[in-house]
């Protein structure tokens, strides 16, 4: 089971952060993906880094490349 941080990519359509629909950035266990979509259906709760807020859940992601979702099960 893996450990993810969501949070809204406020640099969203900047180089290399993605397009404007990027809305996402969830880190898997330190590793960064954007996604323009996420499903989430396990327990989450919040957490705080430093100055930025995250959304926190266990689970295991797959990703629908069709789509730019990250489904978090």
Not at 6 to 22: L, V
Not at 46 to 58: A, F, K, L, V
Request: proline share 1%; with cysteine; hydrophobic share 30%.
């Amino acid at each position: 089971m893996n450990k993810y941080l969501i949070r809204f990519n406020r640099s969203r359509g900047e180089p290399g952060r993605g397009t404007h629909d990027h809305a996402w950035r969830v880190f898997e266990n330190g590793k960064e993906y954007l996604f323009k979509h996420i499903n989430i259906s396990v327990n989450i709760v919040d957490e705080q880094s430093g100055d930025d807020y995250n959304i926190c859940c266990y689970g295991t992601m797959t990703i629908d490349k069709e789509t730019s979702t990250a489904i978090i099960k």
